[in-house]
């Protein structure tokens, strides 16, 4: 399974960017989709999950009502789009996947996208 992560960028406060990830090698029958983030000097955290069979997503409380998770079967891909991005957005974000059941918890996720970085600034 190989994840491509791509879309990153630097963007003022308040503006929008597009994350995709684009996958090879999975069974997208199963198995839920993930970003996470990592910013400087700080842990991976969780950002946003959907599940490939009914689309259910999830979302940290700290970028609900901003960010949206989607994606496209036909293409094997998913999205994150960012909106009224904050300073505190900025992280390098990762897509990762997983076979079974969401997970908020990033050593649940078996495959990894090398990552693309976000930089909102004030």
């Known amino acids: 399974v190989q994840l491509q992560a791509s879309g990153g960028g630097l963007v003022q406060t308040g503006g929008s960017l597009r994350l995709s990830c684009a996958t090879s090698?999975?069974?997208?029958?199963?198995?839920?989709m993930g970003w996470f983030r990592q910013a400087a000097g700080k842990e991976r955290e969780f950002v946003s999950a959907i599940s490939w069979n009914l689309g259910s997503t999830y979302y940290a409380e700290s970028v609900k009502g901003r960010f949206t998770i989607s994606r496209d079967n036909a293409k094997n891909t998913v999205f994150l789009q960012m909106n009224s991005l904050k300073a505190e957005d900025t992280a390098v974000y990762y897509c990762?996947?997983?076979?079974?059941?969401?997970?908020?918890?990033?050593?649940?996720?078996?495959?990894w996208g090398q990552g693309t970085l976000v930089t909102v600034s004030s």
């Open positions: 990762a996947s997983r076979m079974y059941g969401i997970s908020y918890v990033d050593k649940a996720y078996m495959y």
């Open positions: 090698g999975r069974t997208f029958s199963s198995g839920p």
